[in-house]
């Protein structure tokens, strides 16, 4: 299992200080330098990172992902439910009552087996792309991000709860939504200053 060559757009270090390329797929492969088993001594400087950028990788992640023959009706409601993700997602942007990241990674998850093309343009998104690499670079999200979005959310349920929704079951159940959002929220990696 060879992989799929994929280009290298950056990188960041792990826990233990190894260094990882993120692929232009949204995976992520290690590319230690640990003389005298793997030599890479370019890895350790900022110089040979910046020029090994845009060099590809086998990337063996994208080739697990690589979609099988579907079913027409199975790739049609796969893409119907990736779309409707996507959409959703791209509203959570904005309005923090839905969470971006879960729906776009159950996207990509649709997209990865009904269609490259839609799976690929995703990945590679300016602003809903970068969600999605940064949750699976471990990167998680930035806690400016976590901050705007709790204040948002909570703003925007206890208001409309107050002066909008006379009925104490839906002012209830809207409660139950913000909290159920934060925990999840709060559960994501918070990220580190910028890689
Ligand atoms: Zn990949």
């Given at each position: 299992m060879q992989g799929i060559p994929r280009a290298i757009r950056g990188f960041h270090q792990d826990e233990h200080g190894d260094w990882v390329a993120e692929l232009i797929c949204g995976h992520t492969q290690h590319v230690r330098h640990n003389p005298p088993w793997i030599?890479?001594?370019?890895?350790?400087?900022a110089e040979g990172r910046a020029g090994h950028l845009g060099q590809t990788l086998y990337c063996k992640h994208c080739v697990t992902e690589?979609?099988?023959?579907?079913h027409p009706a199975l790739r049609g409601l796969l893409l119907g439910i990736g779309w409707l993700c996507v959409v959703l997602g791209a509203i959570g942007v904005v309005v923090?009552?839905?969470?971006t990241t879960p729906l776009l990674l159950l996207a990509a998850a649709c997209f990865a087996r009904a269609s490259q093309r839609f799976y690929h343009w995703l990945l590679n998104a300016p602003v809903l792309g970068r969600f999605i690499r940064d949750y699976r670079a471990g990167l998680g999200i930035p806690l400016r991000a976590k901050i705007i979005a709790l204040t948002l959310l909570w703003g925007t349920i206890l208001s409309s709860a107050v002066l909008?929704?006379?009925?104490w079951p839906v002012r209830a159940l809207l409660l139950l939504i913000a909290s159920t959002v934060s925990v999840h929220l709060l559960r994501l990696p918070t990220r580190r200053a910028a890689a």
């Open positions: 030599e890479r001594p370019w890895v350790t400087t690589t979609p099988a023959q579907l923090p009552l839905l969470p909008f929704v006379p009925l």
